[in-house]
């Protein structure tokens, strides 16, 4: 079964650090992987995805096929930066349907 | 870019009644579009895949007597909560994919939640 795994429910830094958002993914074929993200009181909105390998508001994920994973990275956090975060994945059957992980609360501080 | 609306934006409601949440692309016509549940803090679980003009398909462990859904046109889905109960109190999310793209290209737009509280 496809799953999405986030073990940090919070993450705290202080402004200017790097951020690294943990996900790793288990699905026994070739999964689409997604981070989202939640800005308060706002609506969950894509951030980027592994296909296409961009850089979006400095985020990057790298996905890691012998590790699993598709970890959320940022070298210098900036305070808008604080949200809800969520890894997905979509398997290849093309229904669409997304499974999201737990969520990282990223808390960047001034 | 894409629109996804829902109305009403929060509900209470009595227990024992039935709550009707609605879905729309605004500027765009969806033959899919999915429901999810958020609890606080938590994260979103898939409820069910909206498909217009067929049956809405259900995750595993999911009551389709006690969320129907109905996808009537191309730009609204409907999740009716019937005879609600605390319990089925929480934050409801709809989502819908443009048409046009395949594959790789498909991407999810929110709407932004329903909050339902049942008394």
């Known amino acids: 079964a496809q799953r999405v795994t986030q073990p940090e429910k919070l993450l705290s830094v202080f402004k200017g650090a790097p951020v690294e958002l943990k996900c790793n993914y288990s699905y026994s074929g070739s999964p689409e992987l997604f981070w989202y993200v939640q800005y308060s009181r706002q609506r969950l909105q894509l951030l980027l995805r592994h296909i296409s390998r961009e850089s979006i508001k400095g985020f990057t994920a790298d996905l890691n096929k012998g590790e699993t994973s598709f970890h959320l990275k940022k070298p210098f956090a900036q305070e808008e930066d604080s949200a809800m975060y969520y890894c997905?994945?979509?398997?290849?059957?093309?229904?669409?349907?997304?499974?999201f992980g737990q969520g990282t609360t990223l808390q960047v501080k001034p | 870019g894409a629109v996804v609306s829902q109305h009403p934006s929060w509900v209470i409601c009595k227990s024992g009644t039935s709550v009707k949440i609605e879905c729309r692309s605004l500027?765009?016509?969806?033959?899919?579009m999915f429901w999810y549940r958020q609890f606080p803090k938590q994260s979103l679980m898939l409820m069910a895949t909206s498909n217009e003009g067929s049956k809405a398909t259900y995750e595993q462990g999911v009551e389709k007597d006690k969320f129907l859904i109905n996808h009537a046109s191309l730009t609204l889905s409907t999740l009716t909560v019937t005879s609600a109960h605390p319990e089925d109190s929480s934050f409801y999310i709809c989502s819908a994919i443009p048409p046009g793209l395949a594959g790789v290209l498909k991407t999810q737009y929110f709407g932004p939640g329903t909050r339902l509280l049942v008394l």
């Open positions: 997905a994945s979509r398997g290849a059957s093309n229904t669409g349907k997304l499974i």
């Open positions: 500027d765009f016509q969806a033959t899919t």
